[in-house]
């Protein structure tokens, strides 16, 4: 892993300590979360793919979306 893709995931890490626990608990439509899938993304395909592949998943997060299981892996890019 290099140095870009550790200050993305210290990013998305820090994200998750600090904003959620002024969330509601419970609510995200897809497994994993938004900010995991983040993770995993930027994990197997880099910091550029991975934060836009993260970009587009939370474009589909929205009231109107069933959710799921939605991991990085299915799609190709």
């Given at each position: 892993m290099n140095s870009l893709q550790k200050l993305v995931i210290g990013l998305v890490r820090t994200y998750q300590k600090i904003v959620p626990p002024?969330?509601?608990k419970g609510h995200c439509r897809f497994e994993p979360t938004c900010s995991n899938y983040a993770i995993l993304a930027v994990k197997k395909y880099g910091a550029l793919k991975g934060l836009v592949k993260s970009f587009w998943r939370v474009l589909h997060c929205s009231p109107?979306?069933?959710g799921g299981v939605d991991l990085?892996?299915?799609y190709l890019f």
């Open positions: 002024f969330l509601l109107l979306s069933k990085p892996y299915f």
